[in-house]
């Protein structure tokens, strides 16, 4: 069974770099047919889908998002990484890894919408 565990810090400045990495364990994110997401809460709302890496280390990006995301992938660590650059206080949610077999076809998604999911990360923005 496929494991995800989020690391990353838990505040950030105004203006700066978010880095985050999804740890992977019991499946490859190499193995064809899965991609591997992004997905975010804000405080008292929904989850959106951020971005994507496929089996392949193709990437995928919400239009909203796109200017401000880059996504990676260290397949010698079985991870895979977020940058959200230029942060805002409205950055402020708990942030999610996410395994399914699709790309969202909108950015609010469920979480029935993935098979797998780490336990999240609260990323609080603040001066």
């Known amino acids: 069974q496929v494991q995800l565990q989020e690391s990353g810090p838990g505040l950030v400045k105004p203006s700066q770099t978010l880095s985050l990495t999804c740890t992977v364990s019991?499946?490859?994110?190499?193995?064809?047919?899965?991609?591997w997401s992004w997905i975010r809460q804000p405080p008292g709302k929904g989850l959106e889908w951020m971005g994507a890496i496929g089996s392949s280390g193709r990437t995928y990006h919400s239009p909203s998002l796109k200017s401000r995301t880059s996504i990676s992938r260290d397949t010698s660590k079985n991870q895979f990484t977020l940058q959200l650059s230029s942060v805002t206080p409205e950055d402020t949610a708990v942030y999610y890894c996410a395994r399914g077999v699709r790309l969202p076809t909108v950015v609010a998604v469920a979480r029935a919408d993935f098979g797998s999911w780490g336990q999240g990360t609260q990323v609080t923005v603040s001066s």
């Open positions: 019991g499946g490859s994110i190499r193995t064809n047919f899965y991609y």
